[in-house]
Nanobody, 127 residues
Framework: EVQLVESGGGLVQPGGSLRLSCATSGFNFNNHAIGWFRQVPGEEREGLACINNSDDGSIWYSRSVKGRFTISGDYSKNTAYLQMNNLKPEDTAIYYC???????????????????WGQGIQVTVSS
């Protein structure tokens, strides 16, 4: 059974940092694209960052988070991370990790159409 479990969310002040974790099981972490997404109620799910291990291992970021967020993976633990720095109130959302064996080429792993999803975790940026 495929599982993705996010942790590390919560409340942080503007300008602060959080690190999200995505513990995975039930699939080969080394050949699946792993992505981080977020969604605000009433809005579309947004791709933030991904590692496309289903293609060439390239890393991609959305314009909204590039330079502030960093995606990484611990292949010994089958866990992905999203380090989020300089957080802003507009970063408030539910954050999800996702995985797919056939995410397509390059930045296609930023598309919110990946096969496997975690349950999501709340991140709130507020003073």
């Amino acid at each position: 059974e495929v599982q993705l479990v996010e942790s590390g969310g919560g409340l942080v002040q503007p300008g602060g940092s959080l690190r999200l974790s995505c513990a995975t099981s039930g699939f080969n972490f080394n050949n699946h694209a792993i992505g981080w997404f977020r969604q605000v109620p009433g809005e579309e799910r947004e791709g933030l960052a991904c590692i496309n291990n289903s293609d060439d291992g390239s890393i991609w970021y959305s314009r909204s988070v590039k330079g502030r967020f960093t995606i990484s993976g611990d292949y010994s633990k089958n866990t992905a991370y999203l380090q989020m720095n300089n957080l802003k109130p507009e970063d408030t959302a539910i954050y999800y990790c996702a995985a797919d064996r056939a995410a397509g080429y390059g930045s296609s792993c930023l598309s919110p159409t990946l096969d496997y999803w975690g349950q999501g975790i709340q991140v709130t940026v507020s003073s």
